[in-house]
C-alpha cells in the first residue's frame, strides 16, 4: 500500500488551488511508480469524498501483459476537502452543530429516576415523585435550567464526576 499522507496534504492543496476549477498540473506517465501513488492517493481521497466524483474519474484498464493502469482524470477538491485544509474546520464546524432536545417528560423521568436512587426515606421519596409528577412543562424546565447552573457553579466537583464516570 503507497498511502502517503504528506502526499495527500500536498495534492489536497495543489487542487484546493485551482478551486473551482479542475487539476491538471501533474504528468501522467502510467506505468511509473510515482504516477501510481499520485493515482493510489488521489483514488484514497475521492474514498473519503475530499476529492468530487464527478470531475475525478479512475479507470481501471487492462493493458496487453495482463497488468493494469489507474487513470487520473481531472481532480477537483469538494467543499469538504476545502473545510478539511481549514484549520477551524470550515464550514462544515459551522453547519454541523447539532442540537440535544429532551422533552419535558423525559427530564421528569430522569429525576423521578434519581429520586429513587437517593437516600431519601420512602415517604420523602414517594412525596418529592408526586410533586415531580404534578410539575407543569415550563417548571420541569426551569427546575433543569437550575441544575445545569449547579453543575456550572460547581464545576470541580462536575470535573470529577465526568472522569469518575468515563474512566
Given amino acids: 500500500m503507497v498511502l502517503d499522507r504528506d502526499l495527500q496534504l500536498e495534492l489536497l492543496n495543489k487542487i484546493a488551488e485551482c478551486y473551482p476549477f479542475v487539476w491538471m498540473d501533474y504528468e501522467r506517465k502510467p506505468d511509473t511508480e510515482e504516477y501510481f501513488k499520485i493515482a493510489t492517493n488521489l483514488n484514497y481521497l475521492k474514498g473519503h469524498g475530499l476529492l468530487s466524483e464527478d470531475s475525478t474519474s479512475i ?20 467543499e469538504k476537502g476545502l473545510d478539511f485544509l481549514k484549520d477551524d474546520g470550515g464550514l462544515s464546524a459551522i453547519l454541523g452543530v447539532v442540537t ?10 430522569i429525576l423521578q429516576f434519581k429520586v429513587d436512587q437517593s437516600d431519601l426515606s420512602p415517604a420523602d421519596k414517594q412525596k418529592l415523585r408526586g410533586v415531580l409528577q404534578e410539575l407543569p412543562a415550563e417548571n420541569i424546565k426551569h427546575l433543569s435550567t437550575k441544575i445545569v447552573d449547579m453543575g456550572w457553579d460547581n464545576l470541580g466537583s462536575l470535573m470529577n464526576l465526568i472522569q469518575n464516570s468515563l474512566f
Fill in 59 to 78: 479507470r481501471h484498464s487492462m493493458s496487453g501483459n495482463g497488468g493494469g493502469n489507474l487513470l487520473i482524470l481531472k481532480p477537483k477538491i469538494t
Fill in 100 to 109: 440535544v432536545r429532551f422533552e419535558a417528560d423525559t427530564i421528569r423521568t
